[in-house]
């Protein structure tokens, strides 16, 4: 059973901070990984969409990096803003299957 | 539409009473999916269509609970003689693809359901 945990699940930084947050997944037969933001008493916003058979996703100050044989994601935010502060979540899907599995997300803050 | 759009925002029900709650999905879509979010946790999937078809609901955590998505656009969860630990936001998602395709999937802002 896929199993998705993310760390750490609360992040406090100041505005300016490079950071990183980690995704790991336990099955990597994976079809894809896609990262979401979720602001409080909002739905899900995708941010990036990984292939299996890619390596990383940029767009703007983010990136995303995939390793599927050690199970593991990176969302990279550059120069982090106020704004960025949000709920992170990382979900897999496997081939052949409707499910997206999600992680319980990271908390992030990043004061002004 | 522009997004998916999902209605109502907020229902407070008596445990007991049924509920319905309604997924209005990107025109276009082919799939849709189900997810209940408990405070503080990611989205657990519950049900799958592609159009009109139901594809997948292994996620429905009892009886209780049915989906319909009877023309292939709108689709409608209701949950029957809900239970406190049915309270949770139930978020639908569409896709351009179909559910087996690493299309992106685009999320509503959920039905918030507190029973009481």
């Known amino acids: 059973k896929q199993e998705v945990t993310q760390i750490p699940a609360a992040l406090s930084v100041p505005e300016g901070e490079n950071l990183v947050l980690n995704c790991s997944f336990t099955d990597s037969a994976i079809y894809n990984l896609q990262w979401f933001r ?55 899907r496997h081939p052949g299957g409707f499910k997206t599995i999600f992680g319980a997300g990271t908390r992030l803050f990043v004061k002004a | 539409g522009a ?28 799939s849709l999916f189900w997810y209940q979010q ?22 429905l955590p009892s009886d209780r609970f049915f989906a319909e998505r009877p023309e292939g656009s709108v689709s409608t969860l209701k949950i029957q003689r809900t239970q406190q630990e049915d309270s949770a936001v139930y978020l ?25």
Not at chain 2, 38 to 55: D, H, I, K, R, S
């Open chain 1, 38 to 92: 979720q602001d409080p008493g909002k739905g899900l916003t995708s941010l990036l969409l990984i292939q299996s058979s890619q390596r990383e996703q940029t767009s703007g100050r983010l990136n995303a990096s995939l390793d599927k044989s050690s199970g593991r994601s990176t969302l990279y935010i550059a120069a982090s803003q106020p704004g960025d502060s949000a709920t992170y979540l990382c979900a897999v």
């Open chain 2, 92 to 116: 639908c998602a569409s896709s351009y693809g179909t559910g087996t395709i690493g299309n992106t999937i685009y999320f509503g802002e959920g039905s918030w359901l507190t029973v009481v």
């Open chain 2, 38 to 59: 408990a405070l503080g946790q990611g989205p657990e999937f519950l049900t799958y269509f592609q159009n009109e078809a139901q594809l997948d609901k292994s996620g």
């Open chain 2, 3 to 30: 997004g998916v759009s999902q209605s109502p925002r907020y229902k407070v029900a008596k445990r007991g009473q049924d509920v319905a709650l309604r997924c209005d999905p990107i025109s276009g879509h082919v």
